[in-house]
């Protein structure tokens, strides 16, 4: 009966050391981390070898479960799978232990509410993206186009080639593209 931990943050940026360090206070043999976001299970690879690995009897110890899944249809299938393995789910920060009813209770409303929260993120962001939008300052991701794609148009248009354009312009020819297909209908 081994105990293992699991450890995620959802960007390259973000450090895991404070999840690992609560792991091993609490127990955890082997810990498993990655940095990936929590929005799906997909290429957590890290996850799924844990899940693979532990056996009837083993517990799998999280620091919250928002590290584990930001869905209810992702933390229902890994606690389903868990559960099928006979391997218990137990949280540092919050009274979460599926060996008993009340910590499997406590699991699903905080996986409603990590869910909530998620869907509140989004609509928040996309909020802000038609604000942005409607004001003008928003064309999608990425920066500013610093190419004068009015110049290439007229270069293009005096018979210049895509090539040449590029040389003249000290550009690259698919920023010449790009120019040229956003006047295209």
């Avoid at 005096?158 to 590029?166: L, Q, T, V, Y």
């Amino acid at each position: 009966m081994a105990v293992y931990g699991y450890a995620r943050v959802s960007s390259t940026d973000q450090d895991v050391a404070l999840q690992e360090a609560a792991l091993r206070s609490a127990g955890c043999e082997i810990i498993r981390a990655e940095k990936k976001s929590g929005t799906s299970t997909e290429g957590r690879t890290e996850l799924q070898t844990l899940m693979d690995f532990a056996r009837n009897g083993d517990t799998i110890v999280v620091t919250r479960i928002d590290r584990l899944a930001r869905s209810i249809a992702d933390l229902a299938a890994i606690v389903r799978t868990l559960e099928q393995k006979g391997v218990a789910l137990r949280a540092t920060e919050q009274p979460i232990d599926t060996s008993t009813a009340a910590g499997r209770c406590f699991l699903q409303m905080l996986g409603v509410f990590a869910e909530f929260e998620t869907n509140l993120r989004r609509e928040r962001q996309l909020e802000g993206i038609a604000k942005a939008k409607a004001a003008g300052v928003y064309e999608g991701k990425g920066r500013p186009a610093t190419i004068p794609a009015d110049k290439v148009r007229e270069l293009a248009a005096a018979g210049m080639g895509p090539s040449a354009i590029a040389r003249q312009m000290r550009i690259s020819r698919m920023s010449v593209h790009r120019a040229l297909k956003a006047d295209a209908p």
